[in-house]
């Protein structure tokens, strides 16, 4: 019984150590088109699926060049100081420049808005669409996937710049609530002691 458990045990390992070795000896097996097969070698190589897409970025640089004709980052510290008194003239070399400034940023992220809904009005995905379901070859269909997934990447820069733009407007209306307190409370203080900033 003994001697027929070791057989058995050397019998199992012999077929484990030929099984193994088979395998790290085969070649591995690598996928080929045989030149015979027309339909699909021309499947995989032939294309026209693409061409649907076109990209945004003037469109959207024309948007952010109106919007930053307002308040943007060269002029915001000038434009809201904070503690500063204001001069005796500052309706005219203050309020009345600042204001043109403030309210250009708010009709341009308007019209940045409106713009971008013109835009939506005109979209239309039927070309991509057409493409996709007449595809009657592997790559051409692949194609027609990847002009659909950039039209997916262009309206996600299409809510980045409006996301951009609402924090513009916010920055833009919280900077001026802030700086018009503090002007304000300096021009109290400065008022109160005699001319001299506290």
């Known amino acids: 019984m003994e001697v027929q458990k070791e057989n058995l045990l050397r019998d199992g390992l012999l077929i484990t150590v030929v099984i193994v070795g088979a395998l790290l000896l085969a070649k591995p097996a690598r996928a080929q088109i045989a030149v015979a097969d027309v339909p699909v070698e021309a499947s995989v190589t032939m294309g ?10 003037s469109y959207i640089a024309g948007l952010d060049q109106g919007l930053f004709s307002g308040i943007n980052t060269q002029n915001f ?14 309706t005219e070399s203050v309020a009345m420049p600042l204001t043109t400034t403030v309210l250009t940023t708010y009709g341009q992220a308007i019209s940045l808005a409106q713009s971008q809904e013109q835009e939506l009005e005109g979209e239309d995905f039927s070309n991509i669409e057409a493409t996709s379901s007449k595809a009657v070859a592997v790559l051409e269909a692949i194609q027609a996937n990847t002009e659909a997934q950039l039209q997916t990447a262009q309206e996600m820069q299409y809510a980045r710049q409006l996301l951009a733009t609402l924090i513009t407007v916010e920055a833009t209306k919280a900077g001026e609530e802030l700086n018009e307190r503090a002007r304000e409370e300096a021009t109290n203080a400065t ?3 005699l001319g001299e900033t506290p």
């Open 191 to 193: 008022s109160f002691n």
């Open 48 to 57: 026209g699926g693409g061409g649907d897409y076109t990209p945004n970025a």
């Open 77 to 90: 510290a000038e434009s809201f100081p904070g503690w500063q008194a204001l001069p005796p003239d500052s």
